[in-house]
């Protein structure tokens, strides 16, 4: 049985949450660069967020595979985007390190990355990405990049 103090704790839980997810979506928004690429948001949820980079040919290197820059980029903005979600709404998040492992060629109808924060802190926040192609129902491990981001006060 749930008493009116549950009831009280899970609206505003549920209120955090959407005011976190629309903060995200903002700043996303506000990225220019993910417009050029043509970045498109899948899923935000408060420590994971999901973007989707469409495949065509002006994000693709000589070879005709999307260029590590684009597929970098695509995951350093959701891994930001996943820690920014668990901070105050008066902080924001830049990155401050990352490693990328580029494990295939960015192939395919588009790529997806999928980004978990690990740790959580007041000051630095460690986040994993994943980014796969997808192309139908086939999906193929691209990259994985681990991050560090800061918390800055926000803009």
Do not use: C
Not at 11 to 23: F, H, L, P, S, Y
């Amino acid at each position: 049985m749930t008493t009116a103090a549950d009831d009280a704790a899970a609206d505003e839980t549920a209120t955090d949450e959407t005011a976190a997810v629309a903060r995200v979506r903002e700043t996303l928004e506000r990225q220019a660069l993910l417009t050029t690429l043509g970045v498109e948001v899948v899923e935000i949820a408060r420590g994971r967020v999901v973007l989707d980079l469409p495949v065509r040919t002006e994000v693709t290197q000589q070879n005709g595979f999307v260029h590590a820059g684009a597929i970098t980029t695509l995951a350093d903005t959701a891994a930001g985007a996943a820690a920014q979600s668990l901070m105050p709404a008066d902080r924001n998040v830049l990155s401050v390190e990352f490693k990328v492992n580029l494990l295939s060629p960015g192939v395919g109808e588009r790529l997806r990355a999928t980004a978990t924060v690990v740790r959580a802190g007041r000051t630095i926040t460690v986040v994993s990405a994943e980014v796969e192609s997808v192309d139908g129902g086939a999906r193929k491990p691209v990259a994985l990049m681990q991050a560090t981001m800061i918390a800055v006060d926000g803009r």
